[in-house]
C-alpha cells in the first residue's frame, strides 16, 4: 500500500515540479494579516524545510499569526519587514510586562533590539501608592498592592522603597515596551535582505550553510488545469490513507494510554500528541506562573487537564524522576496524574479533568454570579482537603510539602469533592527529615 501511495504521489505531482508550484509559497493567518515566507514558515501548515530553524509561525483560533518565543512566551505578529529583517509582536493579553517576566532571548534567533538604548527594570510589589515612585504595571496588580517597574540603575537612591518588596529583574529592553504593548527585534541570520529588495525567493542553499537568491517561478496556463487534477486525484489518495493511518495511531496510543491508567502509572507523550489531545492548545482552562493548563481529549470519553509549563531547562531527568514519584500518588483528595511530557526543552504534565473548577469560584466570587455551597459540603470539603495533606505527608514513601495550599489550588470532581492539586512549588523531602531548608520564598504573592 506505502508503496503504491509513493508511486501515486510521485506520478501526480510531478506536473506541480513542472508548473514550479511548491508547499512552501507564501502564506498568511488572515486577510491584511502579516505574510509568511522564508525564513519563518506555517509549522502547522507547512514542512521544516521550509523555513530556517526557531522562526516557526502559526495560526490561532483569532486567526492572529503567533510566534512563540523561548520559554513558552507567545506573542502576536503585528508586522514582518523582510528587507530591514525586523518584526514587531505585541502581548493580546495586554499584559507585556508579564510576559518579560520568562523571556529568554539568547535562546532565539531574536536576541536584538531594533534600538540601542535599552534599560533594565526591577519590579516591586508596594502596598502604598506613590505617584512618583516609577512606571505603575496594572495587570500585575493584586487587591492592596501595585506593582511599580523603576530603572534598574537608580531605584536604590531615588525611590522611597519602605513599604515595597522587589519581586523580579528584568533584562534591558527598550524603554517604550512597558508603556505602548509593543516589542521591536531583529534577526541577523539568515540574512535575506538583499533577496527581497530584488525581488527574489531567498531559501538555503544546497549544503545549508548559508542562503541563496533564486528567481521567482513562472506558472505556465498550459500546465494549470492538469496540476490542479494531479492535485485533487493526490488529495483524495492521500485523506484515504492518512485517515487509516491517523486513525491506527490514534487507537494505539488510548490502548497505551489505558493500559498505564489500569496499571496505575503515568504515560509518557510527545510534544506532538500534547498539541493532538489539546486539540493545538485551543482551549485555555486557566494561566500560572509555572505554566498555562488547557482542556483535552483523548478519546470521546476521556478529558484531561494538560499543564504546559513554564522555564524548564536541560535534559528533563530531574523533571521525570519527580513526575515517577507524584504519579504513584492515589489518593481520592489529589488530583491524579496521567501522563506527563519530556520532550527536549518542552514540559507538559497531564491531570484528570475535573468538571466543576476550583473552589476559589465557589467561596470567593461576588455578585450574582457567584455559586455557594451548603455548610454541610464545606465541612466535608475542608475534611478531604485535610486527609490529601495528611496523605502527601504521611502515606507517601516521600514526603511531599505543598508551599501554596489556596482555594484556586483545590479543584472540585462531579461530586464536590475536593482534590489538591498543582505541585509547581511542592519539595520532597526524606521522612526522616526534621526540618526543610528554603533558598527562596514560595507561594503566592500577597
Given amino acids: 500500500m506505502s508503496i503504491f501511495i509513493c508511486y501515486m504521489f510521485f506520478l501526480l505531482f510531478s506536473p506541480l515540479l513542472i508548473a514550479g508550484l511548491d508547499d512552501c509559497t507564501t502564506t498568511w493567518c488572515s486577510k491584511g494579516g502579516p505574510t509568511i515566507r522564508f525564513p519563518f514558515r506555517n509549522k502547522f501548515q507547512q514542512p521544516e524545510h521550509c523555513g530556517y530553524p526557531g522562526f516557526n509561525l502559526y495560526c490561532n483560533k483569532s486567526n492572529e499569526t503567533v510566534l512563540e518565543l523561548p520559554f513558552s512566551v507567545k506573542l502576536v505578529v503585528k508586522k514582518i519587514d523582510y528587507v530591514s529583517q525586523n518584526i514587531q509582536l505585541y502581548d493580546p493579553d495586554g499584559c507585556l510586562p508579564q510576559k518579560l517576566l520568562y523571556l529568554n532571548l539568547s535562546a532565539s534567533p531574536f536576541h536584538h533590539f531594533l534600538e540601542n538604548s535599552l534599560y533594565g527594570r526591577v519590579l516591586f510589589n508596594c502596598s502604598t501608592t506613590n505617584r512618583n515612585m516609577g512606571f505603575i504595571i496594572p495587570c500585575l496588580a493584586v487587591p492592596g498592592y501595585q506593582v511599580y517597574a523603576i530603572y534598574s540603575e537608580s531605584y536604590t537612591d531615588e525611590y522611597p522603597l519602605t513599604s515595597c518588596t522587589k519581586i523580579h529583574e528584568i533584562s534591558p529592553v527598550p524603554w517604550y515596551?512597558?508603556?505602548?504593548?509593543?516589542?521591536?527585534?531583529?534577526?541577523?541570520?539568515?540574512?535575506?535582505?538583499?533577496?527581497?529588495?530584488?525581488?527574489?525567493?531567498?531559501?538555503?542553499?544546497?549544503?545549508?550553510?548559508?542562503?541563496?537568491?533564486?528567481?521567482?517561478?513562472?506558472?505556465?496556463?498550459?500546465?494549470?488545469?492538469?496540476?490542479?487534477?494531479?492535485?485533487?486525484?493526490?488529495?483524495?489518495?492521500?485523506?484515504?490513507?492518512?485517515?487509516?493511518?491517523?486513525?491506527?495511531?490514534?487507537?494505539?496510543?488510548?490502548?497505551?494510554?489505558?493500559?498505564?491508567?489500569?496499571?496505575?502509572?503515568?504515560?509518557?507523550?510527545?510534544y506532538a500528541e500534547i498539541t493532538k489531545i489539546t486539540n493545538q492548545f485551543s482551549e485555555k482552562l486557566?494561566?500560572?506562573?509555572?505554566?498555562?493548563?488547557?482542556?483535552?481529549?483523548?478519546?470521546?470519553?476521556?478529558?484531561?487537564?494538560?499543564?504546559?509549563?513554564?522555564?524548564?531547562?536541560?535534559?528533563?531527568?530531574?523533571?521525570?524522576?519527580?513526575?515517577?514519584?507524584?504519579?504513584?500518588?492515589?489518593?481520592?483528595?489529589?488530583?491524579?496524574?496521567?501522563?506527563?511530557?519530556?520532550?527536549?526543552?518542552?514540559?507538559?504534565?497531564?491531570?484528570?479533568?475535573?468538571?466543576?473548577?476550583?473552589?476559589?469560584?465557589?467561596?470567593?466570587?461576588?455578585?450574582?454570579?457567584?455559586?455557594?455551597?451548603?455548610?454541610?459540603?464545606?465541612?466535608?470539603?475542608?475534611l478531604g482537603i485535610a486527609k490529601g495533606i495528611e496523605y502527601l505527608h504521611q502515606g507517601c514513601d516521600q514526603q511531599i510539602l505543598l508551599f501554596d495550599i489556596k482555594p484556586h489550588n483545590i479543584l472540585l470532581d462531579h461530586n464536590f469533592n475536593p482534590k489538591i492539586c498543582d505541585f509547581g512549588l511542592a519539595k520532597l523531602c526524606c521522612k526522616e527529615q526534621s526540618g526543610v531548608s528554603m533558598t527562596a520564598a514560595r507561594g503566592t504573592i500577597g
Fill in 286 to 382: 486557566g494561566e500560572g506562573g509555572y505554566g498555562t493548563v488547557y482542556k483535552g481529549k483523548l478519546s470521546n470519553e476521556i478529558y484531561v487537564a494538560v499543564k504546559v509549563l513554564n522555564n524548564f531547562k536541560g535534559n528533563g531527568e530531574e523533571f521525570i524522576i519527580e513526575v515517577g514519584t507524584i504519579g504513584r500518588i492515589h489518593h481520592v483528595n489529589v488530583v491524579r496524574l496521567v501522563g506527563y511530557c519530556a520532550d527536549g526543552f518542552r514540559r507538559a504534565l497531564v491531570y484528570e479533568f475535573l468538571p466543576n473548577d476550583s473552589l476559589e469560584k465557589f467561596i470567593f466570587r461576588a455578585g450574582s454570579k457567584r455559586n455557594t455551597l451548603g455548610w454541610k459540603k464545606l465541612q466535608d470539603i475542608a
Fill in 177 to 270: 515596551t512597558f508603556d505602548q504593548n509593543d516589542l521591536h527585534l531583529k534577526w541577523l541570520e539568515p540574512y535575506c535582505g538583499h533577496c527581497e529588495v530584488q525581488g527574489k525567493i531567498c531559501s538555503l542553499d544546497t549544503n545549508k550553510s548559508g542562503t541563496q537568491c533564486t528567481s521567482k517561478p513562472k506558472i505556465h496556463r498550459s500546465g494549470t488545469i492538469g496540476a490542479f487534477l494531479s492535485v485533487g486525484t493526490l488529495v483524495a489518495l492521500y485523506y484515504v490513507y492518512s485517515s487509516s493511518r491517523i486513525k491506527k495511531e490514534n487507537q494505539a496510543t488510548i490502548e497505551k494510554f489505558l493500559e498505564d491508567y489500569r496499571a496505575l502509572k503515568p504515560t509518557r507523550f510527545s
